[in-house]
Nanobody, 115 residues
């Protein structure tokens, strides 16, 4: 069964940085769109960033300049670099592998930005 596995979450002070990783096995990783979503307590899940199989990236407008998505097809891994973290970035971050209308979701990793 395919399930992306997220790692790298944790507690960080406001202004700090974290890099999340998403490892996905059992698929032809390079053929999949990889994306990061997040869900804060009491809020709807929202798209954070996406990277296509060709490497084209998009980041949610409010997060541009602070968040960067990338991928390493040799390692079957996608990354989310998060800088200048704010308390409002606190959420569970989920990774997805998407292709042809189907998506595999990871279990999520908690990110907390707090002093």
């Amino acid at each position: 069964q395919v399930q992306p596995v997220e790692s790298g979450g944790g507690l960080v002070q406001p202004g700090g940085s974290l890099r999340l990783s998403c490892a996905a096995s059992g698929i032809i990783f390079s053929a999949y769109v990889m994306a990061w979503y997040r869900q804060a307590p009491g809020k709807q899940r929202e798209l954070v960033a996406r990277i296509t199989s060709a490497g084209y990236t998009s980041v949610a407008d409010p997060l541009m300049g602070r968040f960067t998505i990338s991928r390493d097809n040799d390692k079957n891994t996608a990354y989310l670099q998060m800088n200048s973290l704010k308390p409002e970035d606190t959420a569970v971050y989920y990774c997805t592998a998407e292709r042809s209308g189907s998506a595999y979701w990871g279990q999520g990793t908690q990110v907390t930005a707090s002093s």
